[in-house]
Nanobody
Framework: QVHLVESGGGLVQVGGSLRLSCAASGILVSANAMAWYRQAPRKERELVATISSTGDRNYEDPVKGRFTISRDGARNTVYLQMNSLKPEDTAVYYC?????????????WGQGTQVTVSS
């Protein structure tokens, strides 16, 4: 059973930084593609950053140059370092991964962690 547990959210001022953590169980973060998504009020959930099983990283345009996704295999945890935060970064941030089995693709989400950037 795969479980993803996010932490590290909170209230921060514009220009500040936060580091989100996603502790995984039932899956190895170093062997699977992992991602961070976010959902702002009254908006659809959107992709923020991904890290592949080989370590390739990709970022969506709104966060390029400010956010960094990384992973720690020993702790089986994925991180999202967020710098130069803006009010538009305010959202619930979710950790995501997926696995394939005989029934097809299975999506796994964490419970989310709230990030609020105040101006």
């Amino acid at each position: 059973q795969v479980h993803l547990v996010e932490s590290g959210g909170g209230l921060v001022q514009v220009g500040g930084s936060l580091r989100l953590s996603c502790a995984a169980s039932g899956i190895l973060v170093s062997a699977n593609a992992m991602a961070w998504y976010r959902q702002a009020p009254r908006k659809e959930r959107e992709l923020v950053a991904t890290i592949s099983s080989t370590g390739d990283r990709n970022y969506e345009d709104p966060v390029k140059g400010r956010f960094t996704i990384s992973r720690d295999g020993a702790r089986n945890t994925v991180y999202l370092q967020m710098n130069s935060l803006k009010p538009e970064d305010t959202a619930v941030y979710y950790c995501y991964t997926h696995l394939y089995d005989l029934s097809g693709k299975n999506d796994y989400w964490g419970q989310g962690t709230q990030v609020t950037v105040s101006s």
